[in-house]
């Protein structure tokens, strides 16, 4: 008999099951093509629905942060959503399954990242699904349509600028080789998935994380492949600076944790102007900020409606702070029970398993 646990040493504190082939009748049929996996990175089973990620531990694997806001979105019928600083695309992958979007989006600022997600939605068929931009945060505006989102998602830097130690670049510079594989199978080469990795956001077991861890004129053309193409043109004239400028010679680890290329503020002004009224955005962050947070939502008139506090153990502070706001919403707040990770004898909660692997 297996029994189900959640391996902390793995990507995103990845649930551990029996390997599931995602083409047999309990998993998803997928149509891939030869997607790339390059040394260094990996292929993660996701243990949902079939779906996998590609990961480069040089850079910046997801942790449970990014999988608890993917479960706390419930705009099922939503027509199109977005996820601000997609990084390895892991909030759309998910919400591939959880939701009925007909079109996600993610917008990343960092190319290397952008060309995994893209891979890892193309793994999984995705690719009339998902659509990666890469773009920077501060010009999202004048790369998608105004009030063009049903909802928004973001797992922004923690941290402020200035604030812990900003590590270096990552030894050994960018990988980018001969394909290791240019199979769509679920292997990194090896015929084996490798999800043993540190992941660098998994909450450790003590409970805490890691310590490190205005619109262009005239109408806008809507819709994806517009989306990407705006952005791309806008680089090519100079309006808006190339990301890779911006992010050249920067640890992605560091921007992944640190406001070092946008501000919360950033986050809060772009999602105020993407989102429709009445439309959802959903944020993770640390409940160190949150006064900060809470008064920067609403001068930008997203409005939270819905608010739950992530606790490792019964007795133990939280560290996680998770937030539904509506754009142009009426002022209630709704405090949700806590969610614990962790029983008492370090087993994980029924709740914390089923937001992974589900009913």
Avoid: W
Avoid at 162 to 180: C, E, K, L, N
Avoid at 248 to 274: K, Q, W
Avoid at 333 to 349: D, Q, S
């Amino acid at each position: 008999m297996t029994t189900d646990k959640i391996d902390e040493s793995g990507a995103g504190a990845i649930m551990r099951r029996p390997s599931q082939d995602s083409t047999s009748p309990e998993g998803r049929e997928k149509d891939a093509g030869a997607v790339p996996v390059y040394p260094g990175e990996r292929i993660d089973d996701l243990q949902r629905a079939g779906l996998r990620i590609i990961q480069d531990p040089a850079r910046f694997c997801f942790g449970m942060d990014a999988v608890l806001l993917s479960a706390y979105v419930q705009m099922k019928k939503a027509r199109r959503g977005l996820d601000l600083g997609t990084g390895n695309g892991i909030i759309p992958i998910l919400l591939s399954d959880r939701t009925d979007c007909a079109s996600l989006t993610g917008l990343e600022i960092q190319a290397a990242s952008a060309d995994l997600a893209e891979r890892s939605a193309a793994l999984n068929g995705l690719g009339e699904r998902i659509h990666i931009v890469r773009g920077d945060i501060r010009e999202a505006d004048r790369i998608f349509a105004a009030a063009s989102f049903d909802f928004i998602t973001c797992n922004p830097p923690y941290r402020q600028a200035g604030s812990g130690r900003i590590s270096g670049p990552p030894a050994g510079g960018p990988r980018r080789q001969t394909p290791i594989s240019q199979k769509a199978a679920g292997d990194s080469g090896t015929g084996k998935l490798h999800p043993q990795e540190p992941a660098d956001r998994a909450i450790h077991g003590d409970g805490t994380l890691p310590a490190d861890a205005e619109g262009a004129e005239g109408p806008i053309r809507t819709g994806d492949a517009a989306d990407a193409e705006r952005a791309e043109a806008l680089i090519r004239t100079g309006d808006i600076m190339d990301a890779e400028d911006r992010t050249r010679g920067l640890d992605p680890r560091a921007i992944a944790r640190h406001e070092i290329l946008c501000t919360f503020e950033d986050v809060a002004r772009a999602a105020s102007v993407l989102l429709r009224p009445g439309g959802h955005f959903y944020l993770v962050h640390r409940p160190l900020r949150l006064a900060e947070i809470i008064a920067g939502l609403c001068a930008h008139g997203l409005e939270p409606k819905r608010m739950r506090l992530v606790y490792p153990y019964v007795d133990k502070a939280p560290n996680m702070v998770l937030l539904d706001c509506v754009r142009g919403g009426a002022p209630e707040l709704r405090v949700e029970p806590p969610l614990i990770v962790y029983e008492k004898n370090g087993a994980y909660t029924p709740e914390l398993l089923r937001i992974y692997y589900g009913n």
